[in-house]
C-alpha cells in the first residue's frame, strides 16, 4: 500500500548474461532479488534451466520510500549448500524517477553485476516504472483531487492561483505568474502549520 512517504515500483526482472561462480558458467536455479533494504525486498522464482542466461520475465512491486536513493538488484544462485551471491547492483533513484519524463514511464535498463570482490560478473535487466495511484473520482464524475494538488484548464477544478482557457493559462505561484499552454505544473499544498 503506498502513501506520502512512499511510492510503489513495478519492476519487471526481465534477464540476466553472462552469470558465473568462482570462474564457472552457472549451470541453473539462478534467480533475482530486488532490496530497498534487509526487510523490504522482492524474488523471482530461480530459473532451472537458463544457465548462465537465465529468463525470468517476473513483475515485482516493492515500496519504495521517498527518501531511499537507490534498489540494490542482487543475482544468486540456490546450491545443494544454499543460496550463493552471484553478483550486485545498484539502481540509483534518479534512473527511475525525476528528469523530463513522467513517472510512470517505462524504463528498460541493465546493470552490470558485480561480484563480492567487486569484479564484473554478468549483466542484469530490467523495466521499471513508478505505478500511479488510481484516481479517485467524485459523485459528479472529476476527479477528486484537492485544490492545491493539480492545476489544468481541461479538469474543470476551480484552483486558486489558476486561471485560463484550454489554449492558454495563468498560473500563480506565490508572487511569480508563468502563462502559456501549460501541460503539468506541480503545486505543492500551502504551509498549514
Keep these: 500500500m503506498s502513501n506520502s512517504r512512499s511510492r510503489t515500483l513495478e519492476i519487471r526482472v526481465l534477464s540476466a548474461e553472462d552469470l558465473r561462480i568462482g570462474g564457472r558458467f552457472v549451470k541453473k536455479n539462478a534467480f533475482a532479488v530486488v532490496k530497498v533494504d534487509s526487510y523490504n525486498y522482492q524474488g523471482t522464482k530461480a530459473d532451472p534451466v537458463g544457465g548462465s542466461y537465465p529468463t525470468w520475465d517476473e513483475i515485482l512491486e516493492i515500496n519504495f520510500p521517498v527518501a531511499a536513493t537507490s534498489l540494490t538488484l542482487e543475482v544468486q544462485?540456490?546450491?545443494?549448500?544454499?543460496?550463493?551471491?552471484?553478483?550486485?547492483?545498484?539502481?540509483?533513484?534518479?534512473?527511475?524517477?525525476?528528469?523530463?519524463?513522467?513517472?510512470?514511464?517505462?524504463?528498460?535498463?541493465?546493470?552490470?553485476?558485480?561480484?563480492?570482490?567487486?569484479?564484473?560478473n554478468g549483466i542484469i535487466n530490467v523495466s521499471v516504472r513508478v505505478k500511479s495511484p488510481k484516481q479517485v473520482r467524485s459523485s459528479l464524475g472529476?476527479?477528486?483531487?484537492?485544490?492545491?494538488?493539480?492545476?489544468?484548464?481541461?479538469?474543470?477544478?476551480?484552483?486558486?492561483?489558476?486561471?485560463?482557457?484550454?489554449?492558454?493559462?495563468?498560473?500563480?505561484?506565490?508572487?511569480?505568474?508563468?502563462g502559456g499552454v501549460v501541460t503539468g505544473?506541480?503545486?505543492?499544498?500551502?504551509n498549514r502549520g
Excluded: M
Excluded at 551471491?85 to 527511475?96: H, K
Excluded at 505544473?185 to 500551502?190: C, I, R, S, Y
Design 77 to 120: 544462485c540456490k546450491t545443494s549448500s544454499g543460496d550463493r551471491l552471484i553478483g550486485t547492483a545498484n539502481l540509483p533513484v534518479s534512473d527511475i524517477i525525476g528528469g523530463y519524463t513522467p513517472e510512470n514511464y517505462l524504463r528498460f535498463l541493465s546493470y552490470i553485476l558485480k561480484d563480492t570482490r567487486g569484479k564484473r
Design 142 to 178: 472529476k476527479p477528486n483531487v484537492p485544490d492545491y494538488a493539480a492545476c489544468s484548464s481541461s479538469a474543470g477544478l476551480n484552483v486558486p492561483g489558476c486561471k485560463g482557457s484550454e489554449q492558454n493559462i495563468e498560473v500563480s505561484i506565490g508572487e511569480r505568474k508563468f
Design 185 to 190: 505544473v506541480p503545486l505543492w499544498p500551502p
